[in-house]
């Protein structure tokens, strides 16, 4: 049955795929954005221009507005989180907010693939004096941010709520993070990796892969968090090597030595970052490989270099 769907978001990255697998479903669809970048999406959608961190035009946008689902792709911190509860409170039928696997760094390390339950989220502190919106911290303030978002969410309950802990999220064109780009660029140039743990895996998901499992939350009626991830962990060190065995080239590499600082690439890691998907599994979602996909978003990326 059609819905109506508010994407916070949605112009960018997998955001644009979540808008694209929801107009083929069928859904009315309405993205608010501050309307700085373009969408290839016409008359198919509607269109709202609001700061999502400017509550009283979060107000005015949205006082009469009713939604099935919400999905909030730009909720990272608290204060975001406040704004949301206080224009959506009893308003929408299912707020899907954008997590990610790096809450998990707040915890002890572990070598076992960590699940949604080892966050504690409840007995999380809120920092409501903090300056999130300082745009100058928000590199620093991320992984705390979006803890405090979904333990400010959760204690409100005033919003139906699912926090989707995504994988590092890698593949596609639209893929602006150059991560993935950056090994490939290291073995065209022959340039070897300095690497510090060979064998501190994390996870990822696939760019349409992370459209599809955001899709499918949308849809269903189990509320709280979930992780989202392709099965087949990496380490930066792993990576790299298939890389090189995708562009059929040598993928050089050198242990950082004790006195080298890093981190050295994207995803070198000093201890596992792992997300378990048995929760995910068990309420039906079909969770892929990543060796089923990391092969041909390697030689989409050498594309770009040649």
């Known amino acids: ?21 929801l107009l083929r479903a069928g859904h009315q669809v309405t993205i608010a954005t501050r309307g700085y970048a373009p969408d290839p999406f016409g008359n198919r959608i ?28 730009m909720c990272y911190s608290p204060l975001d989180a406040a704004i949301s509860a206080r224009v959506f409170g009893g308003k929408v039928g299912r707020y899907v907010m954008t997590s990610t696997l ?3 760094r707040a915890l002890p390390a572990q070598n076992a693939p960590f699940n949604e339950d080892a966050l504690q989220i409840l007995a999380q502190p809120i920092d409501a004096a903090y300056p999130w919106h300082d745009p100058a911290l928000a590199n620093d303030c991320y992984v705390a941010g979006k803890i405090q978002a979904e333990a400010y969410l959760l204690r409100d309950g005033s919003l139906p709520l699912v926090s989707v802990r995504l994988a590092h999220v890698l593949g596609g ?7 993935l780009a ?9 340039t070897p990796l300095r690497y510090t743990h060979a064998r501190a895996r994390t996870s990822f998901i696939e760019a ?7 899709a499918w939350a949308g849809a269903q009626e189990f509320l709280g968090a979930v992780n989202a991830a392709d099965d087949g962990a990496l380490s930066a060190y792993e990576l790299h090597a298939r890389v090189g065995q995708a562009l059929d080239e040598p993928a ?16 070198d890691l000093a201890t596992p970052l792992v997300l378990d998907t048995a929760r995910a599994k068990a309420l039906g979602y079909p969770v892929k490989q990543t ?15 040649v």
């Open 1 to 21: 049955m059609p819905k109506k769907i508010l994407v916070i978001g949605g112009t960018r990255f997998f955001g644009k795929l979540l808008v694209q697998r």
């Open 102 to 104: 790096d809450v998990y």
């Open 208 to 214: 349409q892969e992370a459209a599809n499992f955001l």
């Open 46 to 73: 509607a269109r709202v221009r609001v700061d999502r961190r400017n509550e009283s035009a979060m107000r005015a946008a949205f006082q009469d507005a009713r939604f099935d689902v919400v999905y909030d792709q």
């Open 291 to 305: 060796d089923d996909w990391i092969g041909d978003a390697i030689r989409q990326h050498d594309l770009a270099y």
């Open 252 to 267: 050089r590499v050198r242990k950082a030595g004790a006195d080298e600082s890093g981190p050295f690439s994207p995803f």
């Open 173 to 179: 064109p639209d893929d602006y993070t150059g991560r």
């Open 182 to 190: 950056h090994y490939v660029d290291l073995v065209r140039a022959r």
